[in-house]
């Protein structure tokens, strides 16, 4: 797809992108075409629906999460990272946050190690496993589209340091859950609707303590 549609696509999530960070959407995007027409990485086929859907809403999250801040050195956890969304597009956005992919399934964590390998990223790791394995904690969690969604909130929640935040792109249908299965060490902010959406929305929790 040509830099100049992808950029189309995404200006009503992250308007003015550099086009260096553009160039490697377009990488992702290839690779991610070619991988997912033998391994199922995503539901989505259609080259645009994903760049509007995945790549979209994680960069609006981006944008969200850490403003205009590029320089950002967080560090982050992206739990049930699948094709890395919003982990990747997150480190795109900010390439000096370090990045930990948190992945169970074989064939997607061998698939996101070929991303960081191809996108030339430092500071980006995979850890193949389930969560409540990974014995360390980060500045932001985030959680998107993951199985057993009250099970993976409960465990993300300890993956946050004390002052950090826990980043829901979740569907409206859920706040009740989140509210539900997560403690009160979280204090919610309102909920930022995705663009182009009439049902999804990003909650960012902040730990209190």
């Known amino acids: 797809m040509e830099i100049l549609r992808i950029a189309?696509?995404?200006?009503?999530?992250?308007?003015g992108l550099p086009p260096a960070l553009l160039e490697q959407v377009s990488a992702y995007l290839d690779l991610l075409l070619r991988w997912n027409s033998r391994t199922n990485l995503s539901a989505v086929?259609?080259?645009?629906?994903?760049?509007?859907?995945?790549?979209?809403?994680?960069?609006?999250?981006?944008?969200?999460?850490?403003?205009?801040?590029h320089d950002s050195t967080l560090g982050l956890a992206d739990v049930g990272s699948g094709a890395g969304f919003p982990g990747i597009p997150l480190k795109l956005f900010a390439p000096r946050c370090k990045l930990?992919?948190?992945?169970?399934?074989?064939?997607?964590?061998?698939?996101?190690?070929e991303v960081i390998r191809t996108l030339g990223l430092t500071e980006a790791e995979v850890?193949?496993?389930?969560?409540?394995?990974?014995?360390?904690?980060?500045?932001?969690?985030?959680?998107?589209?993951?199985e057993r969604?009250?099970?993976?909130?409960?465990?993300s929640e300890g993956?946050?340091?004390?002052?950090?935040?826990?980043?829901?792109?979740?569907?409206?249908?859920?706040?009740?859950?989140?509210?539900?299965?997560t403690s009160g060490r979280f204090a919610?902010?309102?909920?930022?609707?995705?663009?182009?959406?009439?049902?999804?929305?990003?909650?960012?929790?902040?730990?209190?303590?």
């Open 8 to 15: 189309e696509l995404l200006e009503p999530f992250a308007p």
């Open 45 to 69: 086929r259609d080259s645009g629906q994903i760049v509007a859907r995945h790549f979209g809403e994680s960069l609006f999250a981006a944008r969200a999460l850490l403003g205009g801040d």
């Open 100 to 113: 930990t992919l948190i992945e169970s399934q074989n064939k997607k964590a061998t698939f996101l190690r």
């Open 127 to 146: 850890f193949y496993g389930r969560a409540e394995q990974w014995d360390q904690t980060a500045d932001l969690v985030t959680l998107r589209a993951v």
């Open 149 to 155: 969604f009250e099970r993976a909130l409960a465990v």
């Open 159 to 181: 993956l946050v340091v004390p002052g950090g935040r826990l980043a829901l792109l979740i569907a409206t249908n859920q706040l009740a859950s989140v509210h539900a299965h």
């Open 188 to 209: 919610w902010e309102e909920p930022h609707p995705i663009p182009d959406s009439g049902h999804r929305v990003l909650l960012v929790g902040k730990s209190t303590a």
